[in-house]
């Protein structure tokens, strides 16, 4: 595998945990499958126009945590362009958030589709303040047997950390699940922890924060799967 270049989308804030833990997290994934990996941040303002060529020319798509983001509509086309392209996509905690959002709006067709963090009388909160905010928490997290997750960790269920207070609203999952996303992780309690696209190379939504794992010197597997999957389209010229 050569090297392989990652679109970060977000606002860089290196006061935040995760901003500071992602550039680890690919260090150690790429010494793990031996390629280079190199990354780029793109601030979601930069984006509110549309897709740059700079984004475009990224074998893999990470939208980071620490929403709301400066621009909702950057963000969202960001993650659009992942979808649409099958460009292999990571969305962590806010990046769970806002795939889930626009996969409600550009596919689903829920218009009124919201983010409840940034309209909080909105009559449709896809996204919804957790029954329990799961700031600075760890848990466990369960995932459904056959899925991507369960076959990229090799086990039934892993202990993850979180940084979030808001998620999918229950009352929206029967509708977004009727096609190709699908949950793939829920906690001991039930509730939705991770999502993924089926019919899409890797577009995986985790609201957990795999990417701390670096702080602890620790390669996490699932950033390991992403830049994998990042060097396969590479490889292929796609």
Known sequence: MSGVRIGLIGDHD??????????????????RHGVAVAFE????????????AALAGCDGIWCV????????????SGIRFARESR???????????????EYARNILGLAAAAHAE???GAPEPV??????????ASGAVVFAPRSRLAVIYGAAQAVETYHCRYGLNPEFERRLVVGP??????DTAGEVRAMELIDHPFFVLTLYQPERAALGGKAHPLVNAFVAAAGVRREAGA
């Open 65 to 76: 945590p620490a929403s709301p983001y400066r621009s909702e509509a950057g963000a969202l």
């Open 118 to 120: 940034t309209e909080p």
């Open 87 to 101: 460009r292999p996509f990571l969305g962590t905690c806010g990046g769970f958030q806002h795939a889930v959002l």
């Open 41 to 52: 941040w793109f601030a979601t303002e930069a984006l509110a126009g549309g897709v740059t």
């Open 127 to 136: 996204i919804a303040p957790l029954s329990c905010a799961l700031v600075e």
């Open 14 to 31: 290196p006061g935040v945990t995760a901003h500071r833990a992602i550039p680890l997290a690919l260090e150690l994934a790429g010494a």
């Open 181 to 186: 996303l699908r949950v793939v992780a829920r």
